[in-house]
C-alpha cells in the first residue's frame, strides 16, 4: 500500500527549532517531487514547500523562507523540513505529499506542531 | 501570487441533488507545457486531503463518476452529480501551474 507517514512533531517554544520528517512506504521516492503543505485546524491548506526527485529544484513560500528547509534522503525514502526560528503562526498540521501531474496525489495523515511558550 | 477563489464558501445540499463549486485564478493557469494545472481535493472531517481532480477534469483513481470537473484559462468548476452522505466536508482547488502553488479558501459542503 502506497502511504507517507509524518513525525517529528511537537510543543516547541518560540524561535525553537524542530525537524518533521516524512516517510514513505509502498513506493519509491526517486523521481517523485515532494511537497510540504499546513493546514491550521479548522483553517484552509496553505502549500510550504517542494523539492523536485533530485533535490536540485526547492522552492519555498514566503511566509517560511529563510527559516524553513526541505531536504530528501532517497536511500531513505524520506523527506524532511528542518523549521528553524519557529513563531507562534506556524502552529499548524504539517501534510507531507507526493506529486503527480502538478497537484498532490498521496497525503500522509500529518502531524501537529505547536509553537507556545 | 496566483489568488485562486471559491464560491460560495459554504454550500448546503440536499441528499440526491447535484452541487456545484466555482474556482477562479487571478491569472492563466495555462503552462508553457500547453497544460492547465488545476487540480481539486476533498477533505472528509478529521481526515487528510484527497485528490479529485488533476489538470481541470481528469479523475484520480477511486474518485466516484458522480465527480467531474471543466473550465479553461481562469475559470473552473467541481461539480457533484448527485451528492451523497459520504461527501460531506471541505472542497479546495489548487494551482499547480504557477510557484509558489496556491490553494483556495476551502467550500464546505454540508447535507441540508
Known amino acids: 500500500e502506497v502511504e507517507l507517514v509524518e513525525s517529528g512533531g511537537g510543543l516547541v517554544q518560540p524561535g525553537g527549532s524542530l525537524r518533521l520528517s516524512c516517510a514513505a512506504s509502498?513506493?519509491?521516492?526517486?523521481?517523485?517531487?515532494m511537497h510540504w503543505v499546513r493546514q491550521v485546524p479548522g483553517k484552509g491548506l496553505v502549500w510550504v514547500s517542494y523539492?523536485?526527485?533530485?533535490?536540485?529544484?526547492?522552492i519555498y513560500a514566503e511566509s517560511v523562507k529563510g527559516r524553513f528547509t526541505i531536504s530528501r534522503d532517497n536511500a531513505e525514502n524520506t523527506v524532511y523540513l528542518q523549521m528553524n526560528t519557529l513563531r507562534a503562526e506556524d502552529t499548524a498540521v504539517y501534510f507531507c505529499?507526493?506529486?503527480?501531474?502538478?497537484?498532490?496525489?498521496?497525503w500522509g495523515r500529518g502531524t501537529t506542531v505547536t509553537v507556545s511558550s | 501570487d496566483v489568488v485562486m477563489t471559491q464560491s460560495p464558501l459554504s454550500l448546503p445540499v440536499t441528499l440526491g441533488q447535484p452541487a456545484s463549486i466555482s474556482c477562479r485564478s487571478s491569472?492563466?493557469?495555462?503552462?508553457?507545457?500547453?497544460?492547465?494545472?488545476l487540480n481539486w481535493f476533498q477533505q472528509r472531517p478529521g481526515q487528510s486531503p484527497r485528490r479529485l481532480i488533476y489538470?481541470?477534469?481528469n479523475r484520480d483513481s477511486g474518485v466516484p463518476d458522480r465527480f467531474s470537473g471543466s473550465g479553461s484559462g481562469t475559470d473552473f468548476t467541481l461539480e457533484i452529480s448527485r451528492v451523497e452522505a459520504e461527501d460531506v466536508g471541505a472542497y479546495y482547488c489548487?494551482?499547480?501551474?504557477?510557484?509558489?502553488?496556491?490553494f483556495g479558501q476551502g467550500t464546505k459542503l454540508e447535507i441540508k
Open positions: 523539492i523536485n526527485g533530485d533535490g536540485s529544484s526547492i
Open positions: 509502498g513506493f519509491s521516492l526517486i523521481g517523485y517531487w
Open positions: 505529499a507526493r506529486d503527480k501531474f502538478r497537484g498532490m496525489d498521496v
Open positions: 489538470k481541470v477534469s
Open positions: 491569472q492563466s493557469l495555462v503552462h508553457s507545457d500547453g497544460n492547465i494545472y
Open positions: 489548487m494551482q499547480g501551474t504557477h510557484w509558489p502553488n496556491t
